[in-house]
């Protein structure tokens, strides 16, 4: 295919960038993504926590019986502060019917590490959910995550059944929520 103009020619090459960037970004996790049942794999704990903020330390392993929303993210990203308005919807609205939601903070940069700054954004963004600061990325590896935000759904049994990553997906994944919420907590 020949282009005309090189103004056309970048501007499909940009294009062509970007929906191989989207893709990549919709790439499934081997931990996450939507599978038969009985593919879904047990969620890890918490690791390498350096602080808990809004919360008391939470284990996975207590939190069984409930849907619990992990989302890793950062306050710096903007994608993770486009996002962040649908998580503190789903924390308001569900939280009360089983749902819990835990931001675990992973800094892309070194002066996102700070424990006061981390304070400042959650105050200033108005995050009332758990959070979880993440700086050696000891949870974000046993996830095996490679993306801000990335949203990770675990059901009542302790196990990964969605992830999403990036922006957007939010109706998909309010859906999974409820569904899950509506499932019986089993044993």
């Known amino acids: 295919m020949r282009f005309r103009s090189p103004a056309l020619f970048f501007a499909v090459a940009i294009a062509a960038s970007a929906a191989a960037l989207t893709l990549t970004f919709a790439a499934p996790s081997p931990l996450g993504g939507e599978g038969a049942a009985g593919e879904a794999l047990p969620a890890p704990e918490f690791q390498n926590i350096d602080s808990w903020l809004n919360s008391p330390p939470l284990k996975l392993s207590e939190l069984r019986g409930k849907v619990v929303l992990v989302d ?41 590490k700070s424990t006061k700054n981390v304070k400042d954004a ?41 992830s999403h990553f990036g922006e957007g997906s939010y109706g998909t994944t309010e859906k999974k929520i409820q569904a899950l919420l509506a499932e019986p907590s089993g044993t």
């Open 122 to 162: 959650i105050a200033r963004l108005q995050i009332k959910h758990a959070v979880a600061q993440d700086n050696s990325y000891g949870t974000w590896k046993a996830f095996r995550n490679q993306y801000w935000p990335a949203v990770y759904l675990i059901d009542k049994q302790g196990k990964i059944v969605y």
């Open 72 to 112: 890793f993210w950062t306050y710096t990203c903007i994608n993770c502060l486009n996002h962040l308005p649908y998580v503190k919807e789903w924390n308001e609205k569900y939280k009360d019917k089983g749902l819990v939601v835990v931001g675990v903070h992973t800094p892309e940069f070194a002066y996102e």
